[in-house]
T-cell receptor, first 115, second 109 residues
Framework: DTGVSQDPRHKITKRGQNVTFRCDPI?????LYWYRQTLGQGPEFLTY????????KSRLLSDRFSAERPKGSFSTLEIQRTEQGDSAMYLC?????????????FGSGTRLTVV | AQRVTQPEKLLSVFKGAPVELKCNYS??????LFWYVQYSRQRLQLLLR??SRESIKGFTADLNKGETSFHLKKPFAQEEDSAMYYC???????????FGTGTSLTVIP
C-alpha cells in the first residue's frame, strides 16, 4: 500500500494516560497534516509540517498536544494527560506542494477513545 | 472568519434522480474549494476541485462567488454514490482546509 498509513487504527486509553499516534505519509509528499474529527463534524485542522518544520498550529492544539516530524518523513502526534474530550478520529494527510494541486491524500485515521 | 456550511446532514434520492448537495462558504479572500467523499469503511478521498473544472464519477460543482456556493451535482444518481460528502475550503494555498459538517447521501434503489 503506497498510501498514507496510520498506526494504530484504534486506541482505548484511560483518562490521564499519554498516547502517541504515528503517520507515514506518501514518500514523495513533503507536506503532512493532522486533523481531528469528532462525531457529526467534519475534520478540523490541527497542524501541518513542510518537511521537518512545523509551520502552523491550530488553537485546538493545546499544550497537551505535541507533534513531530523528524527528518521530514513519518510524524507522531502525542497527547499527554488525555481527557474524555480528546476522544475523536485523528486523521493524517499528506500532499505535494506543486502548482494548483492542493488536494490531500488522507490516511484511514486513528480512533481514540478515552474512558 | 472562514466557514463552510452544508445545510443538509442527510439526503435521500432515488436511483436515477438528480442529486444536489449544497455547500456555502464564507471567506474574504479568493476561495479554493473541494469536495471530498467517504464511502462506507473507506478513507476520506478527494472527489473534485473547483480549479480543475473536472467531472468525476458524473459529479460536477460550479463555484458561484456571488452566492458563495459550491454545490455538488449529478444528473442521475447511482447506488454506489451513497456516501458521506464533505465540502472543504482551502486557505493560504492549501496550508489548511476548513471542512463542512458533511452530508450523508443515500441513493434508494
Amino acid at each position: 500500500d503506497t498510501g498514507v498509513s496510520q498506526d494504530p487504527r484504534h486506541k482505548i486509553t484511560k483518562r490521564g494516560q499519554n498516547v502517541t499516534f504515528r503517520c507515514d505519509p506518501i514518500s514523495e509528499h513533503n507536506r503532512l497534516y493532522w486533523y481531528r474529527q469528532t462525531l457529526g463534524q467534519g475534520p478540523e485542522f490541527l497542524t501541518y509540517f513542510q518537511n521537518e518544520a512545523q509551520l502552523e498550529k491550530s488553537r485546538l492544539l493545546s499544550d497537551r498536544f505535541s507533534a513531530e516530524r523528524p527528518k521530514g518523513s513519518f510524524s507522531t502526534l502525542e497527547i499527554q494527560r488525555t481527557e474524555q474530550g480528546d476522544s475523536a478520529m485523528y486523521l493524517c494527510a499528506s500532499s505535494l506542494v506543486q502548482g494548483a494541486d492542493y488536494g490531500y491524500t488522507f490516511g484511514s485515521g486513528t480512533r481514540l477513545t478515552v474512558v | 472568519a472562514q466557514r463552510v456550511t452544508q445545510p443538509e446532514k442527510l439526503l435521500s434520492v432515488f436511483k436515477g434522480a438528480p442529486v444536489e448537495l449544497k455547500c456555502n462558504y464564507s471567506y474574504s479572500g479568493s476561495p479554493e474549494l473541494f469536495w471530498y467523499v467517504q464511502y462506507s469503511r473507506q478513507r476520506l478521498q478527494l472527489l473534485l476541485r473547483h480549479i480543475s473544472r473536472e467531472s468525476i464519477k458524473g459529479f460536477t460543482a460550479d463555484l458561484n462567488k456571488g452566492e458563495t456556493s459550491f454545490h455538488l451535482k449529478k444528473p442521475f444518481a447511482q447506488e454506489e454514490d451513497s456516501a458521506m460528502y464533505y465540502c472543504a475550503l482551502s486557505v493560504w494555498s492549501g496550508n489548511q482546509f476548513y471542512f463542512g459538517t458533511g452530508t450523508s447521501l443515500t441513493v434508494i434503489p
